[in-house]
């Protein structure tokens, strides 16, 4: 009855709430068309033959001189602007999710058996977490960067940019996942059913992931949501600067660098669309995050 | 005095309204203490928070009039009804820890409550606080009002929040629970000033409760609830002496007697427990009985847990649990172990199961020795032979996890059963043994009720074949009617399968229904060891007998 209500609750709050509507109807929209970017999209931007310099630098459609077959123009290399914001946004959250995944791997499985254990064990993966919050995202990510490019053949390099721009984001966002899973196994440790469990002699790995993490995923699923838009604004971010993506496989954060150089020559729409496109995804998963932890936290409500 | 005529409150809510209470009459003379007892969901919180008008958002009064004396207390404005809140009608709650603001002192918390309420200056009302403090026994009054609560213990606290509610001199107080969290010594003294403050200041007391021995201590009047309704009303001997109503005849049955042992509970209707059947499990349970009788016993256990850091330089400063304790549980006997909270009692309960080291000290589980806390390993034949039923069923089980996979895990970590589909079934018929319906077994554990929680936890205990079992507080947080329920199905396997039981409680009564041998625990010394029916008969130890002094009871007189 109470998961049942749980379930209609959130549901109920959901249907209430005009922000989470359009916040994961806009999400949704841009996550679809990332999706399904090859069926949906016009040309393919990676693909040199299917556009055409002599298309370059049209502008939207609602402007003079403008071709409707590109609905919001095109770069200075003819490629269609809807084409590219949908491939970009489709590497932007490839990083993004698998920088989560792995942040929350490591950070869920050192949370919680820093909270298990305790003690010694605890201090350690707590100072390193500490460590890691002193330096900012974007230093640990160009340091692991730096050391990428200094350790891998120039010929990998390449293939290896997105890894490596995952990991870096992952390394950066671990913390958050640590502390909140230690913080509520600690909480979950003190409760009996633990105690049962140890009592019975299970092994640590079996109460710490099939006890105690069920019960603590709540604060983990919201941090998750509020995480992906750090990550793909990280990624944003590292691509912007330059040392993300290179630009013949442009994330949304490279999409708005090459938009920089039109912003003064009255090309406006290359770099204010993607940006658009960034803020609102970006915007919109964090109010979705912000609605589930109200969800998870009836003391919110 | 108060008069409460055809009382409704209501909860909306999106699925209708919920009447919490409905129709209760009630009157309450200056200097009566009128008790209010029921079981948790009777709704005698409710009527304390519409009288002092403070009932729980979104909740209201749909009918019936409350008066204190001429005036009528609905027809107040918010304004009007502030004023009255403190200076008419007080409140003292449960906790004394959380009623209390930490931050202040004593002093400040009452002048402020004080003058809130009348026009006098600080010195005045310095004053005033400390002849209240003196007059409710607390020694000393003038320099320990400048304390701070946490320096107060929890009796000293609840009689602070006691002078808080009758420093403006009020017609009426609502107690609300307000010795539940207090150990017996403490609670007497509280009740014996709550009946103090009712002849000489002639305060009306509203007491709502669930311990009908506070009731029959203290109370002139009483009224009765169930589900929002009034079942029965009068004096208080009357009421408990001889009932009429059926609901309250099966209540006073279901509590526990301190003076006498009885064999089994009268359980009125078991709502919707299925009577014990699980002929499967049964079955399985005295198969799996390849081990004798199994004892226990500990000898010289000291366990010191280090407090707080003060320091970076010098050692925590040390708490001793448990200080040199021996005791010796006979194979096939229950052994109960009585004591205050804070006496050591859970620490004992997790020496023996391994999750405390102690410092010092053997234990012995049926003639073999019991290695303790860490050298204790993860396969150690004990981790089966000993299971425990916890203190609160909500904790205690997996709320993540469906019933009849926290049931089948024990079967399939201890290996007794390969098969999936005979584990559920196993599970299933061990939960008819305990009186469950078996297809609890596809539910979670929050669809239960606390009581059905607590026979699920010892379900999961039995289906680890134990031949010991710990009873940490396994009915403290049920009511009583549930509690006689699962005291029965306790002393039912017990003698069944022939299961040596530590039964802890705080409970002096219950332990007296339940333990063969009664061992009394005060501040992590054993004071004494005896029989228990020459224990309760003839305790030896000062501590004890004033712990039996202590325990609230019904006049035998009244004969229950």
Redesign the interface.
């Known amino acids: 009855m109470m998961a049942f209500l749980k379930k209609y609750e959130g549901l109920w709050l959901f249907v209430h709430s005009p922000a989470a509507i359009i916040a994961a109807a806009v999400a949704m929209v841009i996550i679809f068309g990332a999706v399904f970017a090859s069926g949906i999209a016009l040309v393919d931007p990676y693909d040199l033959a299917s556009f055409s310099l002599f298309d370059g630098l049209l502008p939207p459609v609602w402007q003079e001189g403008a071709n409707p077959k590109y609905l919001l123009g095109t770069d200075d290399q003819g490629r269609d602007m809807i084409s590219s914001i949908l491939y970009g946004a489709r590497v932007s959250l490839i990083i993004g999710l698998s920088a989560l995944a792995i942040a929350a791997f490591l950070g869920v499985g050192l949370g919680l058996a820093a909270g298990y254990y305790g003690g010694r064990f605890d201090i350690i993966v707590m100072r390193i977490a500490d460590v890691q919050l002193a330096l900012p995202a974007i230093l640990t990510a160009l340091l692991i960067d730096g050391i990428a490019r200094g350790l891998l053949p120039q010929s990998i390099q390449q293939d290896l940019r997105v890894a490596v721009l995952t990991l870096a984001i992952a390394m950066s966002l671990w913390v958050n996942f640590a502390r909140t899973a230690r913080a509520s196994t600690f909480v979950e440790m003190n409760k009996e059913y633990v105690h049962a469990a140890i009592m019975m002699g299970q092994r640590p790995s079996r109460v710490m992931f099939v006890h105690i993490l069920p019960n603590v995923l709540g604060p983990l699923l919201v941090i998750m949501t509020v995480d992906l838009a750090s990550a793909i604004l990280l990624e944003a971010t590292l691509s912007f600067l330059g040392i993300g993506l290179p630009a013949d496989s442009p994330s949304l954060g490279t999409l708005i660098r090459i938009g920089m150089q039109f912003l003064l020559s009255g090309e406006w729409w290359i770099l204010w669309i993607p940006t658009i496109v960034l803020v609102a995804l970006v915007v919109s998963i964090n109010i979705l995050g912000d609605f589930l932890r109200d969800i998870f936290n009836p003391r919110l409500r | 005095m108060l008069s409460i005529k055809g009382l409704t409150v209501k909860f909306p809510s999106?699925f209708g309204d919920f009447t919490a209470i409905e129709d209760v009459h009630m009157t309450i003379k200056p200097g009566e203490i009128h008790g209010l007892v029921g079981e948790s969901g009777a709704g005698k919180s409710t009527v304390g928070a519409a009288v002092i008008g403070l009932l729980q958002s979104p909740g209201y009064v749909a009918g019936g009039t409350i008066s204190l004396g001429e005036t009528d207390l609905q027809s107040l404005t918010f304004a009007q009804a502030h004023e009255l809140r403190g200076d008419r009608i007080s409140m003292i709650f449960q906790d004394p820890q959380t009623s209390l603001n930490p931050l202040m002192t004593i002093e400040d918390q009452l002048i402020e409550t004080i003058q809130a309420h009348s026009d006098v200056s600080e010195a005045t009302a310095r004053k005033q606080a400390v002849d209240l403090l003196e007059e409710i026994g607390i020694q000393d009054a003038s320099a320990r009002i400048k304390a701070y609560p946490h320096q107060f213990s929890g009796g000293m606290r609840q009689r602070v929040v006691i002078a808080l509610a009758i420093c403006t001199d009020p017609d009426l107080i609502i107690a609300d629970e307000p010795t539940t969290a207090l150990d017996v010594a403490v609670q007497s003294q509280v009740l014996d000033l709550i009946q103090r403050l009712a002849q000489e200041r002639q305060i009306a007391f509203m007491l709502i409760t669930h311990d009908i021995g506070v009731i029959a201590q203290v109370a002139d009047r009483v009224t009765v609830m169930r589900n929002g309704h009034v079942m029965e009303s009068g004096e208080t001997a009357q009421v408990l002496g001889t009932p009429k109503n059926a609901y309250t005849i099966s209540l006073i049955d279901a509590v526990p007697p301190l003076d006498r042992k009885i064999d089994r509970f009268h359980v009125p209707k078991e709502d919707g427990i299925a009577s014990a059947q699980g002929n499967m499990a049964e079955r399985w349970l005295l198969e799996g009985q390849r081990h004798d009788l199994t004892g226990l016993s500990v000898e010289n256990l000291t366990v010191a847990f280090e407090g707080p850091r003060t320091s970076l330089f010098c050692k925590p400063p040390t708490y001793v649990a448990l200080n040199d304790v021996s005791l010796n549980i006979k194979p096939g006997s229950i052994m109960g172990l009585v004591g205050e909270s804070g006496s050591g009692k859970s620490t004992l309960a997790?020496v023996i199961?391994?999750?405390v080291t102690p410092q010092k000290g053997v234990m012995n589980l049926g003639g073999a020795a019991l290695p303790a806390g860490k050298s204790r390993?993860?396969?150690?034949l004990s981790?089966?032979l000993?299971q425990?039923v916890?203190?609160?069923p909500y904790?205690?089980?997996?709320?993540?996890?469906r019933v009849g996979d926290i049931l089948a895990e024990?079967l399939w970590?201890?290996g007794f059963i390969k098969d999936p589909t005979e584990r559920k079934n196993m599970a299933a018929s061990m939960l008819s043994l305990v009186g469950m319906p078996p297809d609890a077994i596809t539910k979670?554990p929050?669809?239960f009720s606390g009581g059905q929680r607590q026979r699920i936890a010892v379900a999961?205990a039995l289906l680890?074949r134990p031949r010991f079992l710990i009873c940490d507080e396994p009915t403290s947080a049920l009511d009583v009617s549930i509690q006689a329920e699962i005291l029965n199905l306790l002393k039912d396997l017990q003698a069944k399968f022939g299961l040596t039981i530590l039964f802890i409680s705080h409970n002096l009564a219950v332990v007296r229904q339940m333990a063969d041998d009664t061992a009394v625990l005060r501040n992590g010394k054993i004071e004494e060891v005896n029989n228990t029916e020459a224990l309760y008969e003839n305790p030896q130890h000062e501590y004890t007998k004033s712990l039996l002094a202590q325990t609230p009871v019904m006049p035998p007189s009244w004969g229950a």
């Not at chain 2, 390993?377 to 150690?380: A, I, K, Q």
Request: aromatic fraction near 12%; charge should be positive.
């Open positions: 999106r997790k199961t391994g999750l390993s993860r396969h150690h981790r089966q000993v425990m916890f203190q609160d904790s205690s089980l997996n709320s993540r996890h024990t970590f201890y979670y929050h669809q999961r680890a």
